[in-house]
């Protein structure tokens, strides 16, 4: 198959979906999230009817992971995954875990279990 210089081939073109389409063009999420948040399958959430990558996402769900995870795993861009995340938290099928914010600061437990973490590292 011939490729013209401004034409890309993907190897799976197939499954190629256009960010701003998993998206519907949106940028922003109606959820706040950062990077580091940890999200997680509701338990007895149905994810039968969610198709291409919020479907993936779904499924990687089943144990915490967190956004900048699901970016990496996908190779899709942070603000993508984060709407479509913030899409499936307001669906009910996904749950976000507490992430430290200025109040929680001095939870001196959660420093304690991502210091043992850095150290595993």
Same mark, same amino acid.
């Given at each position: ?9 993907f190897?799976?073109e ?5 960010p ?6 949106r940028?922003?999420s109606?959820?706040d999230?950062?990077l580091e948040t940890m999200?997680?399958q509701?338990?007895?959430a149905? #994810?039968s009817? !969610? &198709? ?6 779904? +499924?990687? $769900?089943s144990?915490?992971?967190s *956004?900048?995870? @699901?970016?990496a795993h ?7 995954v984060r ?6 938290i307001? #669906?009910?099928? !996904? &749950?976000a875990h507490?992430?430290v914010?200025? +109040?929680? $600061?001095n939870?001196?437990?959660? *420093?304690s279990r @991502?210091?043992a ?5």
């Amino acid at each position: 198959m011939a490729q013209d210089d401004n034409e890309t081939i993907f190897e799976d073109e197939q499954d190629f979906i256009r960010p701003f389409l998993v998206t519907s063009g949106r940028t922003t999420s109606a959820v706040d999230t950062k990077l580091e948040t940890m999200v997680q399958q509701v338990e007895g959430a149905d #994810g039968s009817l !969610l &198709r291409f990558e919020t479907a993936r996402i779904f +499924e990687m $769900s089943s144990k915490a992971i967190s *956004i900048a995870e @699901l970016s990496a795993h996908l190779s899709m861009p942070f603000g993508v995954v984060r709407v479509a995340v913030g899409d499936l938290i307001e #669906g009910g099928q !996904l &749950r976000a875990h507490r992430t430290v914010t200025n +109040e929680s $600061s001095n939870d001196i437990e959660l *420093i304690s279990r @991502l210091m043992a973490g850095v150290r595993r590292l």
